[in-house]
């Protein structure tokens, strides 16, 4: 009888170990509908279709995979990592993941405000790419998240025979301040085809009683002159109206606007027959209202609604995709 019932929990201790470092699987769906004004033209678009699988194996370490089946229509490996915590507070984390920089461009799509992303976190600061940081959190009233790490500068498609002797690095610094205010400090060095290229970002926000309100500005330099330094600003307001019917459908309206702005910019990959890199994104300035309406809890199902107002520099030549339009997307986070 003894020997049954040590079986007995046994087993419990098994199934609740289990249980608890059980995978857990999500996905973001985002399908939109777009409008330009001007041309009269629009499209259907599935813009995010991805999936993740994430746990653990024992308490102190975890993985991530994560792949977009409709990435703008491509299949896409985002995140691929092992992340070890020999201690808390302290994590080492390796392999395949967006780098710790600027606060717009790390939001996953699920959790980004507006249907399409700010020139700093589509254009200018959106690295992913294969290595491994350290980070540390200080916590306590005003908590401190440090995060630094080194890089391939290869990108997620060219690991296998890529040898490197230079070293691509990134670091970040998370201040939460009382009162919902945050400052966020990072710096990062990426050479797309060998041309060393230095970012330094500078964003706060205040996030309370149904306010964010956030600025950030990001400044992007080219060695040996190989391009003008780029200027990047994103700033926005939203505010959150909480819906006083239990039954609503709708749990939230949030009407909010933003400014965003990117000098003449290159992504650093094309050299131009005088040696220097050759512009990929013209300057402009983007002025963006709307409003999102959540169905659940925030970023977890949103309708997203949003009017999108180019200006570009003389002798610019838009994108076809970047030009003012009427944005309509249904965000869905399971």
Request: glycine fraction near 6%.
């Amino acid at each position: 009888m003894k020997t049954f019932f040590s079986a007995i929990l046994l087993m419990a201790a098994t199934t609740a170990t289990a249980q608890q470092f059980m995978p857990e699987i999500h996905g973001t769906i985002r399908g939109k509908y777009e409008y330009q004004t001007e041309e009269g033209e629009g499209r259907f678009e599935v813009r995010n279709a991805r999936i993740s699988v994430t746990g653990k194996l024992i308490e102190q370490l975890s993985y991530k995979a994560e792949i977009d089946l409709s990435d703008e229509g491509s299949i896409k490996m985002l995140d691929a990592y092992a992340r070890l915590t020999p201690v808390e507070r302290l994590n080492f984390t390796i392999g395949q993941f967006r780098v710790p920089f600027t606060i717009d461009a790390h939001r996953s799509p699920h959790q980004q405000y507006f249907a399409n992303r700010s020139f700093i976190a589509k254009q200018v600061g959106n690295v992913r790419d294969v290595g491994a940081t350290l980070g540390y959190t200080f916590k306590g009233a005003n908590a401190i998240i440090l995060e630094a790490g080194l890089f391939n500068g290869s990108g997620l498609t060219n690991q296998k025979d890529y040898w490197t002797k230079a070293v691509n690095f990134s670091a970040k610094a998370q201040f939460f301040l009382p009162r919902g205010f945050n400052v966020t400090l990072s710096t990062q060095k990426i050479s797309p085809n060998g041309n060393t290229t230095m970012m330094y970002d500078l964003g706060t926000y205040y996030h309370a009683n149904g306010w964010h309100i956030e600025a950030e500005y990001l400044y992007k330099h080219y060695n040996h002159d190989l391009f003008s330094d780029v200027h990047s600003f994103d700033g926005f307001i939203n505010y959150d109206i909480k819906t006083r019917r239990r039954e609503s459908l709708i749990k939230k309206v949030s009407p909010l606007v933003r400014y965003d702005f990117m000098s003449d910019h290159s992504d650093g990959l094309t050299i131009d027959t005088n040696g220097l890199l050759k512009l990929t994104d013209y300057k402009r300035h983007r002025l963006t209202a709307g409003v999102t309406l959540s169905l659940a809890k925030p970023f977890v199902s949103d309708i997203r609604l949003n009017f999108e107002k180019y200006f570009y520099r003389d002798g610019a030549t838009p994108k076809p995709s970047e030009k003012d339009k009427i944005v309509f997307e249904i965000m869905t986070r399971f």
